[in-house]
């Protein structure tokens, strides 16, 4: 089973509809992230939270709402979807040892997401 | 801020072909930087990695070494196999957030 699992894995949906995408880890990591991958601009962080009650606004995140329900789960909500929405997501973790972050990322398999 | 340039693509290569992907990049202090590969259908995966000046990562036969002279990071593999087709990412790390920054990624194709 994967370690950073997400769900849905694909999701076809129109403009102006409500789309949650959900992340789960069971890894045991503190700090979550959710990332768009757009081809030839490359990943962007969207929201980002080091523990449950710390989320903090990546590089895009006008037309995206998160939600850390638990150390192991965030989501990811797009209140009303438009077509330049329309990406891969991915949700990432990562882990602080001590007081040195690794800075190494672990990544679920991605969520592909069109908003016609 | 800080920024990671990755040379245009996508590279062809032949099988067992010598491969270099440039990679430079922007930032204030000392940044740990790394590269991901993405393979077909997945989501990236930690290739190597480098935390200081000089270090040299390596993994599954890549290279790369953190050159703070000329602020690059580039990837060399001797031997190109069909397997190493794949979305190869450079990225950097302020290291007191873990925050990464991407490069815009660079598709490999290796044919037999």
């Known amino acids: 089973d994967a370690d950073v699992t997400q769900t849905p894995r694909n999701r076809i949906t129109k403009t102006g509809k409500r789309i949650m995408l959900e992340c789960s880890q069971t890894?045991?990591?503190?700090?979550m992230y959710w990332y768009r991958q757009d081809p030839g601009l490359g990943l962007r962080l969207i929201y980002y939270?080091?523990?449950?009650?710390?989320?903090n606004k990546g590089e895009i995140s006008d037309g995206y709402s998160v939600s850390r329900q638990a150390q192991a789960k965030f989501s990811l909500s797009l209140e009303s979807a438009i077509p330049n929405q329309t990406a891969l997501y991915f949700c990432?973790?990562?882990?602080?040892?001590?007081?040195?972050?690794?800075?190494?990322?672990?990544f679920g398999e991605g969520s592909r997401l069109t908003v016609l | 801020g800080d920024s990671v340039t990755q040379m245009e693509g996508p590279v062809t290569l032949s099988e067992e072909a010598f491969l270099t992907i440039n990679c430079t990049y922007t930032?204030?202090?000392?940044?740990?930087l790394f590269w991901y590969v993405q393979y077909p259908g997945e989501g990236l995966q930690l290739l190597l990695k480098?935390?200081?000046?000089?270090d040299k990562g390596s993994n599954k036969g890549f290279e790369a070494t953190y050159r703070k002279e000329t602020t690059s990071f580039h990837l060399e593999k001797g031997s190109v196999q069909v397997s190493d087709s794949a979305v190869y990412f450079c990225?950097?790390?302020?290291?007191?957030?873990?925050?990464?920054?991407f490069g815009k990624g660079i598709t490999l194709s290796v044919r037999p």
């Open positions: 990432a973790t990562s882990v602080r040892t001590g007081t040195v972050n690794t800075g190494e990322l672990f």
């Open positions: 890894k045991g990591h503190d700090r």
């Open positions: 939270s080091f523990d449950v009650k710390d989320i």
């Open positions: 930032a204030t202090g000392y940044p740990s």
């Open positions: 480098a935390t200081k000046a000089d």
């Open positions: 990225a950097l790390s302020d290291g007191a957030n873990s925050k990464l920054t």
